[in-house]
């Protein structure tokens, strides 16, 4: 007589024994690569499912790609901690999640205070067999007309308010943090000066100069 096959079912959550953390659907999470020589990957966790015993436990996740695992591979406004929410799903055993991450909206991620290891942001969803993102442009900025790349240090100008990086108005990020006021070259006449550095450099200013800052 065959052996009947074990009854499955939906978990409401499961506890990762290995590192004390309680697993939900929604959560994202770390999960270990066969290759050990390469960073853990991440995964949104759809569903949990267990025996009838609640063991031999696994979970369905739909992946997170990173840049450089992408069709056009990693780009100068890609941030480090930029991931893409593919459409990707798979079935993996739970033992192999080695912890729990956050993925931040690209907007929330601006606001943090300090970026941890297990911060991350996603802006675009992306398909993984034709390359394509959604959404498929966002908005550029300084002359070079680059996506922004938050981990880039920007200084705003005080006429058109749009933001430039330092190296493409001709500056050191160490100047850039220095200024008082900052008009673009567009916006510079002839008694405004395009730079103006008159006052300490310790003295409060209105001049924005920042790393994290609001999409427009």
Same mark, same amino acid.
């Given at each position: 007589?065959?052996?009947?096959?074990?009854?499955?079912? $939906?978990? *409401?959550? &499961?506890?990762?024994?290995?590192? #004390?953390?309680?697993?939900? %659907?929604? +959560?994202?999470?770390?999960?270990?690569?066969?290759?050990?020589?390469?960073?853990?990957?991440?995964?949104?966790?759809?569903?949990?499912?267990?025996?009838?015993?609640?063991?031999?436990?696994?979970?369905?996740?739909?992946?997170?790609?990173?840049?450089?695992?992408?069709?056009?591979?990693?780009?100068?406004?890609?941030?480090?901690?930029?991931?893409?929410?593919?459409?990707?799903?798979?079935?993996?055993?739970?033992?192999?999640?080695?912890?729990?991450?956050?993925?931040?909206?690209?907007?929330?991620?601006?606001?943090?205070?300090?970026?941890? $290891?297990? *911060?991350? &942001?996603?802006?675009?969803?992306? #398909?993984?067999?034709?390359? %394509?993102? +959604?959404?498929?442009?966002?908005?550029?900025?300084?002359?070079?007309?680059?996506?922004?790349?938050?981990?880039?240090?920007?200084?705003?100008?005080?006429?058109?308010?749009?933001?430039?990086?330092?190296?493409?108005?001709?500056?050191?990020?160490?100047?850039?943090?220095?200024?008082?006021?900052?008009?673009?070259?567009?916006?510079?006449?002839?008694?405004?000066?395009?730079?103006?550095?008159?006052?300490?450099?310790?003295?409060?200013?209105?001049?924005?100069?920042?790393?994290?800052?609001?999409?427009?």
């Amino acid at each position: 007589m065959a052996k009947a096959r074990a009854t499955r079912r $939906n978990l *409401d959550s &499961f506890t990762v024994k290995s590192i #004390n953390k309680i697993i939900r %659907a929604g +959560d994202c999470v770390l999960m270990r690569p066969s290759d050990s020589s390469k960073p853990s990957y991440v995964a949104r966790v759809e569903t949990i499912e267990g025996d009838s015993r609640g063991a031999n436990v696994r979970v369905h996740v739909r992946w997170y790609y990173r840049p450089e695992e992408s069709i056009g591979g990693r780009r100068q406004f890609h941030g480090s901690k930029e991931l893409f929410l593919s459409d990707h799903y798979d079935l993996q055993s739970a033992d192999t999640i080695e912890g729990k991450c956050t993925v931040h909206t690209f907007k929330g991620y601006t606001k943090l205070d300090a970026v941890g $290891n297990e *911060d991350f &942001f996603c802006r675009f969803e992306y #398909n993984s067999s034709t390359g %394509a993102f +959604d959404p498929d442009r966002v908005a550029v900025y300084c002359k070079c007309e680059m996506p922004y790349n938050p981990d880039d240090l920007m200084v705003q100008c005080e006429g058109c308010a749009d933001w430039f990086h330092p190296t493409c108005i001709d500056m050191t990020p160490e100047e850039a943090r220095k200024l008082d006021h900052f008009y673009c070259l567009n916006c510079s006449s002839g008694d405004k000066k395009k730079l103006q550095n008159s006052h300490a450099t310790s003295r409060k200013t209105d001049t924005k100069v920042d790393t994290k800052r609001r999409r427009r």
